[in-house]
């Protein structure tokens, strides 16, 4: 598919067909494009869970998910189950404090307060997104959700995840099936002019 | 371009043409892909600061750059110099604390702990990458750096910018020049089996 259809086209998916799984071709491919994703200092400090099996997954949402009883059986997150594939990207802040501690980055510490902002979860942010792009680009769809804070150790735990790792989120891939659209897009896109500011800021 | 090929072809470009600006058409499809990105509860917690001019890029260098003494006529941050556009992505924590203490979020306050990562940053690393991706499908190249962390007020006080943004980075745009490799890269990626867990984290 074009590039600009690919981003045209891309949107979060939270209805699959359950009974279609994932080409294994095709999962390997997502995560092909997850391991293209660029890093600060080449560091690649991340990791990814795959999860298929029926159990691996009922696993997943018990781990992460509290009952909600404004999730009816046909809310979103009941929807969200019949994807048949969850892949979970996770970042290793300390892959990246090691990384900027070597001879050729010259930095003599592991002073955490040198990073502006968390690069270990943007760079893996990147790996999610060419994952759910790539869904698209392959005619399935996808969806990155976040895990609440107080699940997060429940999901290590479960799945037997170091320390060191950090869930930033979750990605639901499989074909689509109707969905419906996300009340939160009624927000409507920002226009233009309010977050792009040429030369300074304005506004 | 075909989806693949853009995947295939993304590199951090750190040397550019300085005589060939970016068409005004490009620079504003890089946007346009860039206002695409998702965001949680579609909040677009962002800002771009487009920096064309040469007086607006010089003061952008000389705002976030310390003087390196490594960095000689040809090193990378002299050869970063060359690029004729700047987009400065930034993310607003603010506007997602507020979105989700809205009633369909039903989060009563802005507790931050709520969050597990920072989906501020996240989402706006998500816009980064569209703008990266779509240059190179455009056939320019494009570059991804972190600003220090101790360069960002000065940055931010240059041009204005508003207290509740941050700038997750920079990325330089333009077309390609001869460029030299990343040494980084020499490190060379991490095995699929390294990084890709199935059902369970193993290894």
Redesign the interface.
Known sequence: ????E???R?R?VRTYDPDRPVPAEIRDKL???A????S???S?G????????PE?RELFWTATTADDP?DGPDGWLTRMRTAPLIIVPM?NKSVYLDRYAQS?K?WTDRDE???????W???T??AA??V???AV?AGLGSC?I????DR?EHFKVA????EAF????ALTVGYRAPDKR????R?G??P?DE???????TG
């Open positions: 598919m074009e590039f600009d690919v981003v045209r891309r979060m995560l092909a494009h391991l293209r994703a660029p600060a200092g080449f690649q991340w990791g990814f869970l795959v999860l298929e099996k691996d404004d970042s050729d010259g307060s040198r990073w502006p902002v968390p690069y979860d943007i760079d942010g990147f997104l060419l759910h792009l790539t680009d990155f976040g895990l609440p804070a997060v799945f037997g995840v170091p950090t869930p930033i989120g996300s009340p939160s897009l927000r896109h920002r233009m977050v792009v500011h040429h030369g300074r800021w």
